[in-house]
């Protein structure tokens, strides 16, 4: 167990609708990091926050956006889902940002029928 | 050019056979390097974590980083089937506006059977 928390586990939605991913870091990290796993794509990186900041943003479609709260839990919010949005996805926290460790949770599968 | 390579395999391995799985890197100004095991449909688990160029060991696990030829290696002795896994090679990166970002290779896929 990383220490990083993810909910839900599964979810299954449609086309066109919006979701909201939570995760929750180990306690005393202060940066998040989303990803995302796709069989054909791997893991990408989306974005990362630090202490309620937003640090560094990768490859994030305009339609995803997220954001890191006061407790430092963040979300990944995902609207006008699409078929090609059905993936796993991570959250990792790490003490800073920067070169350390990152340590992922369980994540969110994300069907999309 | 993808920044970090790594073979897909799949590997398979008898038990207690010693595994070698490696990846390679463009940027040379990356410095450090992860090793992470994934189960099928869970979360990566961070396996090891090395900085300088040599070797780096924990229990069966051995990681070597070779920053001349931009090689990182990560040895399994004794391999077991509780080892059967994709595993993934994985470097921040070194600063400006992706500081912090993992760039991960595409995983090795490992069965280790009895």
């Known amino acids: 167990d990383s220490g990083v928390t993810q909910t839900p586990k599964h979810l299954i939605t449609a086309t066109g609708q919006r979701v909201t991913l939570r995760c929750s870091p180990r306690?005393?990290?202060?940066?998040v990091y989303w990803y995302q796993q796709s069989l054909d794509q791997g893991l990408q990186f989306l974005i990362q926050y630090y202490n309620g900041e937003e640090r560094a943003k990768g490859n994030i479609l305009e339609r995803f956006s997220a954001q890191q709260f006061p407790d430092l839990h963040s979300e990944l919010n995902l609207s006008s889902l699409e078929l090609g949005d059905s993936a796993l996805y991570f959250c990792?926290?790490?003490?800073?940002?920067?070169?350390?460790?990152?340590?992922f949770g369980p994540g969110t599968r994300l069907t999309v029928l | 050019q993808k920044e970090v390579e790594q073979d897909p395999g799949p590997l398979s391995v008898p038990e207690g056979a010693i595994v070698s799985l490696n990846c390679t890197y463009s940027n040379s100004a990356f410095q450090y390097f992860m090793w992470y095991r994934q189960y099928s449909r869970k979360g990566p688990e961070l396996l090891m974590y090395t900085y300088s160029s040599g070797n780096k060991e924990d229990g069966r696990f051995t990681a070597q980083v070779d920053k001349s030829s931009k090689y990182i290696s990560l040895f399994i002795r004794d391999s077991q089937p509780s080892d059967s896994a994709t595993y993934l090679c994985?470097?921040?990166?070194?600063?400006?506006?992706?500081?912090?970002?993992?760039?991960f290779g595409q995983g090795t896929i490992l069965t280790v059977h009895p």
């Open positions: 994985a470097t921040p990166n070194a600063g400006g506006t992706s500081y912090g970002k993992l760039t």
């Open positions: 306690s005393g990290d202060l940066s």
């Open positions: 990792a926290s790490s003490v800073n940002g920067g070169n350390n460790e990152q340590f």
